[in-house]
């Protein structure tokens, strides 16, 4: 799917999807980079759309990781399954429905980009702690977002938050990483 194609998905579904443009390479960089190659991770992917976070975590992730994504509009699925990648698992149902999948402490990293700003009060408190409850001690959730509007509700749900801001997307973007600290 090209920026064209996911523009016009994005105007269909303007409210889920919460963008204009796919994550630019710049910001997809500042969103994983921090992420281990050199050893087997589980790893979650929340709102992948048509799979550009996706596509670059595979590129990244050891051969013995996972990755499994949460994705509700069913023409950017429908672009996820045609990843040929035994690690990637596409699950068509919305992130608030993590622990249906996993179990406490067995992830590693949450990667959102879901349009917090967008998704109402309680399905996105909802995602924020299965998100905390699915991570593993010293795993984190990278998100990126438009806009600070939740940075309350982050620093709220971890003991640890960082933000990082880069102009270099379409519109710029905040990256937060957050984690639990050692337990
Ligand atoms: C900004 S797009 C992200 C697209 C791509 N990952 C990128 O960074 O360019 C947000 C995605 O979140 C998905 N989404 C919104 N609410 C969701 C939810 N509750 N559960 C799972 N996916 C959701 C939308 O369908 C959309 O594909």
Same mark, same amino acid.
């Given at each position: ?8 998905? $994005? ?6 999807? %919460? ?29 992948? %759309? ?5 596509? $670059?975590?595979?590129? +990244?992730?050891?051969?013995?990781? +996972? ?7 069913? @023409? ?7 990843? $040929? ?9 919305? $992130?608030?429905?993590? +622990? ?38 010293? %795993? ?6 438009? @806009? ?32 639990? %600290?050692?337990?």
């Amino acid at each position: 799917m090209n920026n064209w194609n996911f523009f016009r998905e $994005a105007l269909k579904n303007f409210r889920s999807t %919460g963008a204009i443009a796919r994550a630019s390479p710049v910001l997809i960089k500042h969103l994983i980079g921090s992420i281990p190659s050199d050893r087997p991770l589980t790893v979650v992917e929340l709102g992948p %759309g048509e799979g550009c976070v996706t596509r $670059a975590l595979l590129g +990244t992730l050891h051969p013995r990781s +996972t990755l499994t994504a949460f994705e509700i509009n069913a @023409a950017f699925v429908e672009r996820l399954q045609l990843i $040929a990648d035994e690690r990637l698992r596409v699950i068509p149902i919305g $992130a608030d429905r993590l +622990t249906d999948h996993f179990s406490p402490g067995s992830v590693d990293f949450v990667v959102s980009s879901l349009p917090l700003s967008m998704i109402d009060q309680s399905v996105k408190q909802r995602i924020i702690r299965q998100s905390q409850q699915v991570l593993a001690p010293g %795993g984190e959730y990278l998100q990126y977002q438009y @806009a600070l509007q939740d940075y309350g509700l982050l620093k709220d749900s971890f003991s640890h938050v960082s933000v990082r801001f880069t102009l270099a997307n379409l519109p710029p973007a905040f990256v937060y990483s957050c984690s639990l %600290g050692l337990v």
